[in-house]
């Protein structure tokens, strides 16, 4: 039934008619929201001073605002486990319990996983330069020739093996021969039985040696220039220095060997799909908080009616308006229930859910300890 004040609604007389009038509960629902605000302004307000019209976009633009405040809230507890998600139509997580995930914490450490000499999201490409009798600096930006900016991650000499080591039959480290290509062995090599950690640790210790304690060289890198000590001698002269490197790779065009779609994904709140909350699915709590923003939201526009005219002359006298005063009331409305609903969906972020969970489990077990031991009777 029809209200005397409130003209029917019709769909399209909102201006922004093609978001809500596809929910048919909000549909349904926006004609008994008109009256509710109508009851609340007076109903000869409406109709006189306002427009149904101007009742529907303030209920309209209540559901609007707080389908924005709820899903804001709902990406800030969710955005670390949606990111690189794919946008799709920007809706479809709107008032879901999603799973949480790691992999923003995954991508994080990807990239620092180098720095640990660990796998990581970089490639390591591998360069060399050959010595040259006298010269102790060389450029490795300039061996590499890259227009990109090299970080050097090691260096090493690799020049021919120039010696055979021997291992005398009374000399334990003959265990040495393990770790290489030795064909045979005298009979006074020792034997040991190891733990996999300690013969993974003397293998590394081997290559160690040989890689640097070989070398009679060492080295000073500064700003990928690298001096040579002591300077090469005639009989170094051609030997080659190796090292690795990586360089700074686009963030968005990672040099993974394939496309990462992800990066085109949710990014942030901006394109998180979060679309409006359809009505059927808000509860009477809810609605009753539109309801009451529609009311403040009407109380202004009838405010600013009334502040058109300071006073109406009547037979023998003239009536002062409050239109000043209904704008600051609604303003003051407006800013109690934004507050309102912003503390509710703060208490209902995981983090602050959590305290409250831990508190309570807390006072449940400060109870607990106050029951009575039961007494057992033989």
């Known amino acids: ?9 019709t769909s399209g007389s909102c201006p922004l008619s093609s978001i809500t009038d596809a929910n048919a509960c909000f549909n349904n629902d926006i004609q008994d929201c008109a009256e509710f605000v109508a009851i609340k302004l007076g109903a000869l307000s409406v109709g006189v001073e306002l427009h149904s019209s101007n009742i529907y976009n303030n ?8 389908s924005n405040y709820v899903n804001y809230y709902s990406i800030k507890a969710n955005l670390s486990s949606i990111l690189g998600q794919s946008t799709g139509s920007l809706s479809g997580y709107e008032n879901k319990f999603i799973h949480p995930n ?17 796998q990581g999201n970089y490639t ?17 930006q300039a061996v590499v020739s890259t227009s990109s900016r090299i970080h050097v991650l090691d260096v090493w000499w690799s020049a021919p093996w120039g010696a055979q080591r021997y291992y005398p039959a009374n000399d334990y480290t003959t265990s040495v021969m393990l770790f290489g290509a030795g064909s045979s062995f005298t009979s006074d090599t020792a034997y040991y039985l190891l733990p ?8 590394q210790a081997y290559k160690f040696s040989f890689k640097f304690r070989r070398s009679q060289y060492s080295y000073d890198l500064n700003n990928n220039i690298i001096r040579i000590y002591p300077s090469p001698s005639s009989g170094d002269n051609g030997c080659l220095i ?8 686009d963030p968005i065009n990672p040099d993974f060997g394939f496309t990462d779609s992800t990066v085109n994904g949710v990014a942030n709140l901006s394109n998180a799909p979060y679309g409006l909350i359809s009505w059927c699915s808000i509860n009477q709590i809810s609605k009753q908080w539109i309801r009451r923003f529609a009311v403040a939201l009407s109380t202004i526009d009838l405010g600013n009616v009334r502040s058109k005219y300071s006073s109406v002359p009547i037979p023998g006298a003239e009536v002062t308006l409050n239109g000043p005063q209904l704008v600051e009331q609604g303003n003051v409305q407006i800013e109690n229930l934004r507050q309102e609903l912003k503390e509710e969906l703060e208490d209902t972020l995981p983090k602050n859910m959590a305290i409250r969970d ?3 489990l807390d006072a449940m077990t400060n109870i607990y300890k106050k029951v009575p031991i039961p007494v057992f009777r033989f």
């Not at 039934?1 to 609604?9: F, G």
């Not at 190796?242 to 790779?249: G, S």
């Open 102 to 118: 790691l992999e923003l914490y995954k991508r994080i450490s990807a990239g620092t996983e180098i720095e640990a000499g660990i």
């Open 1 to 9: 039934m029809t209200s005397i004040c409130i003209s029917p609604y």
């Open 59 to 66: 209920v309209q633009q209540a559901y609007l605002e707080f």
């Open 358 to 360: 831990a508190e309570l």
């Open 196 to 203: 996999v950690w300690q013969d993974v640790s003397r293998v």
């Open 124 to 140: 390591t490409h591998s360069a060399s330069f050959t010595l040259t009798q006298g010269t102790q600096q060389y450029d490795l």
């Open 242 to 249: 190796w090292f690795t490197y990586r360089t700074l790779p």
